[in-house]
């Protein structure tokens, strides 16, 4: 299977460099994420390892810290929305499995405070320069969800944000394993829907799926943002003749029809920001709720003919 990245890492990536080490990237044209999803792996890989090489270790481990200048990148947004640090560790998860990753990171809590992370690959292993990316783009995205005093730790050394453009690991070290930390409690997801509001349960059901689409959603989530018990949701979602399946559903599609109808965003990362498994079960699921597939609604939405060249 080919192997893929992330359009949006590699526009940051470039745009950081375009700042900090031009010269590495007079040649090349900065790729824009709203024309594609997904891009080689080969590029980003020969990118980052001259940046390795040339520049040391630091100023990739420190371009997550450069995370908000991917404000264009629909992608980060769905990551960087405040929530849990077990949600956010899960959205990362399922964006390396759903674009293919030959590289991919286990994260697992450490405590109430910490991540552990594991980089694990198909085949060859992922070079120090790309362990030491994407080490920083988690720590990047555990600031922004609202982490306070977040630090990585690589090999028992501990850094913080400031500290990371300095540092400059040994060729030997690999950081296939690194810790994030964070102080004080977890920040959990914002409950709410506790205030008097006499809809119908499965429209503040599909509200509160909808403000997170791009999230695993679990009907014991839902619930507890919605002040219920999982028993007594689904027991008012029968009342409605409605399942927790179909509202998320209609979710989905709201916020994908959304993103069909009036931006340029690429298919299959509408699918990954409408917290689909692969862009296989995105285009099953469009066709089933609306009858048509996503580039055939889009071209529908946008007042052109299906087939029409």
Known sequence: MPEFTTTGLVSLLIRVLQDEAPHLVRQLERPDPMDGAILPDGLKRHLVDRVAAEQGTGLLLSVGQHLKRADETPTFSVLARRQSPQTLAGKWMRLERYFHSSHRTRIEMDGTNAWACIRESEGAPASQGENCLIAGVLLGLASLIGLEQVRLEIGGAVYTPEALRA???PPEQ???????LWSGQAQGDTAFGREADHRPISDR??????GDIGRVWKIADAARLLALSSRSLQRRLTAEQR????????ARMRVATRYLSEGQVGLAEIGYCCGYADQAHFQRDFLR??????????TL???GQPGAG
């Open 167 to 169: 540092v400059n690991l």
């Open 174 to 180: 690999t950081v296939s394993r690194f810790r994030i």
């Open 205 to 210: 059901l599909a509200d509160t799926l909808a």
């Open 243 to 250: 399942t927790f399946s179909g509202v998320l559903r209609r």
């Open 289 to 298: 709720a609306a009858n048509v597939t996503p580039g055939v609604f889009r």
């Open 301 to 303: 939405a946008r007042g």
